[in-house]
């Protein structure tokens, strides 16, 4: 059997492991499935051996096929390690930097602390993915994340910006149906909020469930239900009205995550800077506290 094989072709089978099918391994190598179904037959036959074995609609490596998949993921992560040290020596405050956050926390907090930083730093190009999803700073999905969690991932360096604290609010025109609750979809990772919905509100009281807090906001504002959600965000809707004190087993920290070979690069390091002095403003600390 041939034991030679060109980085490229390495590159092809990492990502069919990865996606589990020849379309998803397309979109990833942005090349068509044809060429990806090509590349790996003429791999295969170089190799004289199969790499993938179907299975239900999906490409599993055969016992050859994940010897080479450990290999091209070692050397996937050499290059994602290099790419990070050479980032991590800029000096220079300009370039693209990476941000990843929650609709939630871009609407209602960050927004305005960006525009701000642009107006002194306009050589940055900001560049924003908002998802509730955990983004891999190790692998440069982003370079920054500010991320609500009880305790942040290791080994990433983390600066805690305060307390979300939550409460509950309802329309404030007109009282919604009596005990309508709008809900967070369980797809969305939020356990403590999961579990207080869960203990105190009966499934059947629940009119509507959406995966995002600015989609509950807006429900909530126009009279489907009460809902939970960040003082922060809720206190400056005037269409919103607070029911009762701020609930202390919603309360989530904030953090800023970098990883620690970024941290001194000049664009990334000028944006966590200002992100952090921006959560340390009285102003910002109050609206998180809901003052």
Do not use: K
């Amino acid at each position: 059997m041939q034991t030679d094989i060109a980085w490229d072709d390495l590159r092809l089978v990492l990502a069919i492991a990865r996606a589990e099918t020849l379309a998803g391994a397309a979109r990833t190598l942005g090349l068509h499935h044809a060429t990806v179904y090509r590349r790996l037959i003429a791999c295969e036959r170089a190799l004289g051996t199969a790499l993938f074995e179907r299975d239900r609609g999906r490409h599993v490596p055969t016992a050859v096929g994940a010897e080479w998949v450990a290999v091209a993921d070692d050397m996937d992560g050499a290059v994602v390690d290099a790419a990070r040290r050479i980032a991590g020596r800029d000096v220079t405050p300009a370039g693209t930097v990476h941000l990843t956050t929650t609709d939630t926390l871009l609407h209602g907090l960050v927004s305005p602390m960006l525009a701000t930083f642009r107006e002194r730093f306009p050589a940055i190009r900001l560049d924003v993915r908002l998802s509730n999803a955990p983004f891999d700073l190790a692998r440069r999905d982003a370079d920054l994340a500010i991320r609500a969690a009880d305790e942040p991932p290791d080994p990433l360096i983390a600066q805690r910006l305060g307390e979300i604290v939550m409460a509950r609010y309802r329309c404030a025109q007109h009282a919604p149906p009596s005990n309508a609750w709008v809900g967070l979809s369980e797809a969305v990772p939020f356990a403590a909020l999961h579990r207080w919905m869960a203990a105190g509100v009966d499934a059947n009281d629940i009119a509507l469930q959406v995966d995002s807090m600015l989609a509950m906001q807006r429900a909530a504002a126009d009279g489907l239900g009460d809902a939970l959600l960040p003082c922060y965000l809720a206190d400056t809707d005037a269409q919103l009205l607070r029911v009762g004190a701020p609930i202390p087993e919603l309360t989530t920290p904030a953090w800023l995550l970098v990883h620690p070979d970024m941290r001194r690069t000049a664009r990334v390091r000028a944006l966590r800077d200002a992100l952090i002095d921006a959560f340390a403003s009285p102003d910002v600390r109050s609206r998180l506290a809901g003052g």
